[in-house]
Structure formats: C-alpha cells, structure tokens
C-alpha cells in the first residue's frame, strides 16, 4: 500500500506543471502569481533555422486593495518579453498584451494558451512575465517574473531535453 502511494505522488508530481520563474520585481497591491516552465523548439524551415520561445500563461489571483474584504475582484493581464541570455537579459521583443481577465482575490485562473516568439536560432534567450493587477481605472499592483527553466524539443520533435535556463539549440545525443 505505501508503495501504491509513493508511485502516484510520483505520477502527480510528474503530470503537474512545475513552476520555474523567480520574481524580479514588483509593486502596489498584487495577487498571486504563478509562471511555469517555456519550451524552446528548434526548426528548420528552408535555408534558415528558428528557435521558437513559448511561455505557458501564468496562473494568477486577484489583488486585495481594501482592508476587510475577501471578495474584491481585479483584472489582471500579462504580456513576455523575450530576452538575450547573454547580454544581461536586454529585451529583443515583446508580445502584445494578453486579453484581461476578472479574478477574485481568493480564486485562480489562467489564460487558455501559450505565447510564442520566433528568434534566430544562433542566440540564448530568455523570457521575462509582466503580471498587473487593475481595479476599475488603474494598475493597482504589477510583478516581474524571469522564465528561468525550458525544455528543449529538436527538430524531429524529439523532447523534451532539459530543463535548461535559456533557450537555445542543443546539439542532442541523436542529432
């Protein structure tokens, strides 16, 4: 029986998302926030190679601006900036702002889908979370997260290697 137990917290432990950001900075009054981890794809298409940086939507909360209360809703919206690993994380671009949600303080939710950028393939790259938090007419509250952990995926699609801190094209054992 514990060997049943230990094998599916094994199993959980696999199938959930691990977290792999660390926050940069932030201020105001903000919710919680969670980033998991990127995925960095390399293809080739024609002459030329391609990374792709995705970054999975975070998970976030609403913000608690006013003392007392439990059910204050905020919107929250979020946009990546990916950046050059090598050259102290300056941003290369960035993705427009993703749609506002509505979230309770004590609720979670997230936005369906991943945000990709397509880079040359001979850099490192990084990417950086922009998480606000606004009450009806202003940002309340906003966090930096740094995406700190990818998976890499070859172009055969053979993956995932890693995780690895940046994105960039891993000469696998099988290339």
């Known amino acids: 029986m514990v060997l049943l137990w230990a094998v599916m917290a094994v199993l959980f432990a696999l199938a959930a998302p691990q977290a792999s950001a660390y926050r940069l900075s932030s201020g105001g009054k903000t919710g919680g926030s969670t980033d998991y981890r990127g995925s960095c794809k390399y293809g080739v298409f024609g002459p030329r190679g391609v990374l792709t940086v995705g970054v999975e939507s975070p998970t976030v909360s609403g913000a608690n601006t006013k003392r007392g209360t439990r ?15 090598f ?35 001979r850099g490192s790259y990084g990417a950086d979370i922009l998480v606000e938090w606004w009450n009806s007419t202003r940002r309340v509250g906003w966090r930096w997260h740094r995406n700190n952990s990818f998976n890499y995926y070859d172009h055969y699609g053979r993956g995932p290697y890693g995780p690895f801190s940046s994105c960039y094209r891993y000469n696998s054992p099988y290339n």
């Not at 059910?71 to 690993?85: K, N, P």
């Not at 949600?101 to 997230?110: A, E, G, K």
């Open 71 to 85: 059910r204050e809703i905020t919107s929250v919206r979020f946009r990546v900036e990916v950046t050059d690993a």
């Open 87 to 121: 050259r102290d994380h300056a941003t290369l671009t960035s993705s427009g702002w993703s749609s506002r949600i509505r979230v309770r303080q004590n609720r979670s939710r997230t936005w369906s889908g991943l945000t990709f950028q397509q880079m040359d393939w």
